[in-house]
């Protein structure tokens, strides 16, 4: 597995499945940065960190609403992590600010000293749900630094994505417009990989 791949501008030397974890005392012992992807089960978490690995199942995606609990560790360059948080506010009967992340990854987000930002994903086409603007406020209130994506560009037409993405400008009180991936047509992981970067690098 000597193959460089680039993804957008960003050479991908290696990148391998490290652990999965289901509390602080699994972490990786390896002290990298980490970067961690939230949001509901369905946004595209998984097919997004295949995408920007420029892998296709080096993480395991689903149809089926995700039932996991484990965050997993993804090294890449042997440099930094990706990591796959569970899906928020899935199979919740009332939306109680205070159970929309489960414990394991609110603990993992408060307390993880390697975790350098998350990568909060919301659908283009729903452009941000009360479950999506809830979960951002309790994360914002840890401190970590929170850049919201917008996934699945390929889904919307494009007067559909214009629109959604004022809106999910204004509902997450952005001072730019989100970045817009997809992880079918392969858009935005450049400029993803470019912010990711810039946050690794601090
Ligand atoms: N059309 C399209 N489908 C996507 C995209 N990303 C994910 N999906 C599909 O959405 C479903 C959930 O994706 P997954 O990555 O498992 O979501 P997760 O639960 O957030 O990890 C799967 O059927 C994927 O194939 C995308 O960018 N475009
Ligand atoms: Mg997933």
Redesign the pocket.
Known sequence: MSEVKIVGDFQILSAEFVKSAVDLKDLPEERLPQIAFL?R????????LNALMGEKNLVK???I??KTREINFFKVNGAFFLV?LP?VGYAKVSIKQRDLMADSIREYVEKAEDLRGVVY?VDIRHAGTAIDILTVEELRKTGVPVLIVA?????VNQSEFNKNKKVIQEKFGLAVPPIT????SKVGLSALWFELLNVIRE
């Open positions: 949001g089960s369905n946004v595209g978490k998984s097919s997004l995606t689903s149809a609403p995700g796959d899906g994903l996934s699945k560009r390929d889904k991936v997809s992880s079918v």
